[in-house]
């Protein structure tokens, strides 16, 4: 059984830096892909960034595009999402997720392992 164990949230001004980390432990193998999901109180989950652990491409959502920087680390099971000039619409429960397909997909039911969420505050 997968477990994915998210860590690093917490509360910054507007223009501040947070490093989300997520670890990856009892895995047999590697997953294709690695996502990046936020949800706000009242709204959908949303995919925002994502890296193929084979391939290397990575993947970011319009709203986080040059702010944020998804990387992995294979050797220590951990993948990170650094988001720089965070902004007060970034405030949400962050969430790491793992999927086993061929391809990188971006809709949640996609994923079959979830990390149990970090919150992100940003106040103005």
């Known amino acids: 059984q997968v477990q994915l164990v998210e860590s690093g949230g917490g509360s910054v001004q507007a223009g501040g830096s947070l490093r989300l980390s997520c670890a990856i432990i009892?895995?047999?193998?590697?997953?294709?892909?690695m996502g990046w999901f936020r949800q706000a109180p009242g709204k959908e989950r949303e995919h925002i960034a994502a890296?193929?652990?084979?391939?290397?491409?990575?993947y970011y959502a319009d709203s986080v595009k040059g702010r944020f920087t998804v990387s992995q680390d294979n050797a220590k099971n951990m993948v990170y999402l650094q988001m720089n000039n965070l902004k007060p619409e970034d405030t949400a429960i962050y969430y790491c997720?793992?999927?086993?397909?061929?391809?990188?997909?971006?809709?949640?039911?996609?994923?079959?392992?979830w990390g149990q969420g970090t919150q992100v505050t940003v106040s103005s």
């Open positions: 997720a793992a999927d086993y397909r061929l391809d990188c997909s971006s809709r949640p039911a996609d994923f079959h392992y």
């Open positions: 009892g895995y047999t193998y590697s997953a294709n892909c």
């Open positions: 890296v193929d652990t084979v391939g290397g491409s990575m």
